[in-house]
């Protein structure tokens, strides 16, 4: 017979109401990530609501720069939440009443246990090759025993007997003996709530109907029921999320792309669409469906399908994705975001008109936005043009003596437009019996100085009349011993 228990599903009727709660301790990492993608899911599936916690109670390493960060990343991938964040610390007076409450009820104490005192019934203990325990003293002590300007820690009262079983969203049903949990603290001696007491009483407080977090959390959950029978608060519903690994099954770390959510952004060039989608299916699908819009995504999940083994994290299938949402991007956004990268790698005034009319052409190419930046460097670099090794080669006197002829013959071209220039390198190319790669390759490399770019047509449109004559003019005089 179960002590305590946790259902799974709906709670009575009452609306979904979810929450995150970072640590502001350093980033937004990928995993946290997606725990606020899954929470904002399901409170959106449901109707519901999504709450914002800031868990600052580790006052020495919670800082502003990383609360920052965190609302930033969230914001950018539009998980903001519903209603201003709770900020933990400031509700410390709420959590230390309640402990007080705790001790009013019976299920929980006062432990004048000193920290030497501990240390060597932990020794003992493994002495003795037995498992430690807390069994102190003063569990059970009448309050007229306590001793007076003597420092304490306030415990909770662990159940001793039977077990406790919570019905997990994602784990099932999973079974803990309640022997196994001890008489953990709620109250420092300091009077500051520990992680386990502040948790509770805010999901609480916040009318957090389902707790959706990492399944590193999972031995959390029984503790933390311990606190909610003993305030007899409504149990909330669990879902216990597996972590991420890295492509390689180990650990997710650095090496496999566990980054905050800013360097997607602004080191890697990642659409937050993109990573939206990658996050939603990391653990979780609907069929063989790869692309996913936030609406299909609200309409479509639950946690009845998150998978119960880790994902694995790849960055190249993120590249990938990040490749096709590129591709459906608008025009004019891409070339906002593209502006930046141009600026920050030494281009001066970068057209902005000129950019966005060349994102047709530049984004069925690319990865990321810093491969788009690659991309589009050509349409502003100045004369003359820097070339890279392998353009270099491509200019021998052979073909610089072709690019002379081709800067005559399209001097002479009174349609610079696709069809026009198209027709006529390809007449040229059938008169002198080459094929027009042997033409458009050191014209490339003219127009360019690279070897890959967009279509050689397509270059010469952006570039407009003037100056592309005047780069294949550069190139084609360099022959003659001149530059322009």
């Not at 102190?136 to 300007?149: G, K, L, Q, V």
């Not at 027009?436 to 100085?449: D, E, V, Y």
């Amino acid at each position: 017979m179960a002590s305590g228990s946790a259902s799974s599903g709906q709670t009575d009727g009452k609306p979904v109401v979810t929450r995150f709660a970072p640590s502001p301790t350093g980033f937004l990492h990928i995993g946290g990530a997606r725990t606020a993608l899954f929470n904002w899911l399901y409170a959106r599936h449901h109707g519901g609501k999504y709450l914002l916690r800031i868990e600052d109670t580790d006052r020495a390493r919670s800082t502003e720069p990383a609360i920052e960060a965190i609302f930033d990343g969230l914001n950018w991938l539009g998980l903001g939440g519903d209603e201003p964040a709770v900020f933990q610390f400031a509700r410390s007076d709420r959590h230390a009443q309640v402990a007080d409450e705790l001790i009013a009820k019976g299920h929980a104490y006062r432990c004048y246990l000193t920290s030497e005192e501990l240390a060597e019934r932990r020794q003992k203990a493994q002495e003795e090759r037995r498992p430690f325990r807390i069994d102190s003293e003063w569990r059970d002590a009448d309050p007229s025993a306590w001793p007076a300007e003597k420092p304490y820690v306030v415990r909770i009262k662990a159940p001793r007997e039977g077990e406790t079983t919570i019905q997990d969203l994602v784990q099932g049903e999973v079974t803990v003996k309640n022997e196994e949990i001890d008489d953990f603290v709620i109250l420092r001696s300091d009077g500051t709530p520990t992680y386990m007491l502040a948790v509770v009483v805010d999901d609480n407080d916040m009318g957090v109907t389902h707790v959706l977090r990492g399944d590193d959390h999972l031995n959390n959950a029984f503790r933390q029921l311990v606190i909610i029978h003993g305030m007899g608060w409504d149990v909330p519903v669990y879902g216990h999320v597996p972590l991420i690994h890295g492509s390689d099954g180990a650990k997710l770390s650095k090496r496999h792309g566990a980054l905050g959510v800013d360097s997607y952004r602004d080191e890697m060039g990642i659409l937050p669409e993109a990573l939206f989608n990658y996050l939603l299916r990391l653990g979780w699908g609907h069929g063989d469906e790869e692309f996913i819009s936030r609406e299909k995504a609200v309409e479509w999940f639950d946690m009845a399908d998150v998978g119960k083994s880790p994902s694995r994290f790849d960055i190249a299938k993120l590249q990938n994705l990040n490749g096709h949402y590129l591709r459906e991007a608008d025009d004019a956004r891409l070339a906002g975001l593209v502006l930046p990268r141009l600026e920050a790698a030494g281009c001066n005034n970068p057209d902005m008109t000129l950019l966005t009319r060349a994102m047709p052409v530049l984004k069925v190419r690319a990865k990321d936005l810093n491969e788009l930046a690659e991309g589009a460097a050509f349409l502003f670099a100045k004369r003359p043009l820097a070339m890279s090794e392998k353009a270099q080669a491509l200019l021998t006197d052979e073909a610089r003596a072709r690019l002379a002829v081709m800067h005559e013959r399209l001097s002479g071209e009174s349609e610079w437009t696709l069809e026009a220039l198209e027709a006529n390198l390809k007449a040229m190319a059938e008169e002198l019996g080459l094929g027009l790669g042997k033409l458009a390759q050191p014209l490339r490399a003219a127009l360019t100085g690279q070897t890959t770019s967009p279509g050689i047509f397509d270059v010469l449109v952006l570039l407009g009349r003037d100056e592309s004559l005047a780069r294949i003019g550069a190139q084609a005089d360099v022959a003659a011993g001149t530059q322009i």
